[in-house]
C-alpha cells in the first residue's frame, strides 16, 4: 500500500509500505480522512519533536522512518479473533495516543500525559497518510450513524479544543480571547461557544482564519497587525478576559495572551513550541493570574473521555466541521498541495483533508 513516510526534516516521501498483519486484538482500518496538522508541520520543518529517531520509542518500538498521520477515520475491515466490539464495516475515528499503562500518570488515568507520551502516526504503529493501518481496537472509536465518515478526521484536533477549554475552568458566560486561529484555535473557539462563553476574542493575521473564526462561534475579530489586541482586549472587557488560549506558539502571543487576562484569570497554552520565550514573571505574580498547560485529550469512546464527547457533539450538531476544513487533496500531493501549502504565509489554508 502507499503511504506518506517521514524521514527526516523537509524529507517526506510518498512510497510503499507493507500492510500489517492482523492481531487477535488488532483490527485493519481501511483510512477514508486524514488531517494534516500543525504537529505535521512542525515534524517537516523543524523536526523531530515526537517523531523518535534512532532511539526507538518505548511504547512502538518504532524509529524513523515513520509513517506519518494521526487525525484521521476510516472503515474497519477486518477484525482479530479476540474483538468483540468492533466488526468489518464499523466506521471509526482513531485515537492514536501511545501510553505505557504503567507509569503515575497513567495508573490515575491521565494517559494522555504519560510519561511516555507517543502517537500513531508520529511515533510509529503506523499512520493515517496510508490506505490502511492495523491498530489494537482500543484505539477505534465508533463514529456511530449520525457523523459522517469524513468529520470523523476532526474528531483529534476537536478534542484537543475541548481538553483545553475544558481544563480552562471557564463557566458560562466568562469572556474569553483566542490568540491564532489555526484548526486547534478553531476547535478552541467552537468549544468555549458550545461551553457557554460570553463574547470571544480572537486574534488573528490572516482574514480567512479571522472570518472562519467568525462562523466557529467568535464576536469580537482583531487583526494584531493593524490593532494592539491587549489594548483592544481590555479595553473592550474593563481590564481583560476571564480566560485566555494561546494557541500560535510565538512570543508575541504568548506574552499577548497573558497581558490579556484580567487579574485572578487564566491562560492556558495549547501550542507545542519549536523555541523558548521570554516572559516577566510579575505579569503572572502581580494580579494572580493562573497559567497552565495543556495537552491532547482522553482518546476513549466513553461518555467521560473527551473522544465520546466529540463524537456526540458533533452528532447532535453542537459542534460544526466545516468552517475548519479548506481542501481536499490525494496522498500524492501531499508534500507540495499539503506541507508546503499550509507553511505558506500568504495562503489561505486552515485544514487540509489528505484522502488516500
Ligand atoms: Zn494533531
Ligand atoms: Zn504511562
Redesign the pocket.
Known sequence: MQAAVWYGRRDIRVEERAAGEVGPTDVRVEVDTCGI???DLHEYAAGPIFIPEGEPHPVSGEAAPITMG??FSGVVSEVGESVTDLAAGDPVAINPILCCGECRQCVEGNYHICDAIGFIGLSGGGGGFAESVVVDAQHAVPLGEDVPLEHGALV??LS?GLHAVRRSGIRAGDSVAVFGCGPIGLSVVQCARAAGAGRIFVSEPRDARRERAADAGASDLVDPAATDAVDHVVAATGGGVDAAFEVAGIEPTFNAALESTRPSGTVTVVSIWEEGVTMHPNTVVLGERTLTGTLAYLGGPRASEEYGMVVDMLADGTLDPDPLVTDRIGLDDIVDDGFESLLDEESDQVKIFVKP
Open positions: 496538522c500543525g504537529s494521526h487525525e483529534e484536533p484537543v
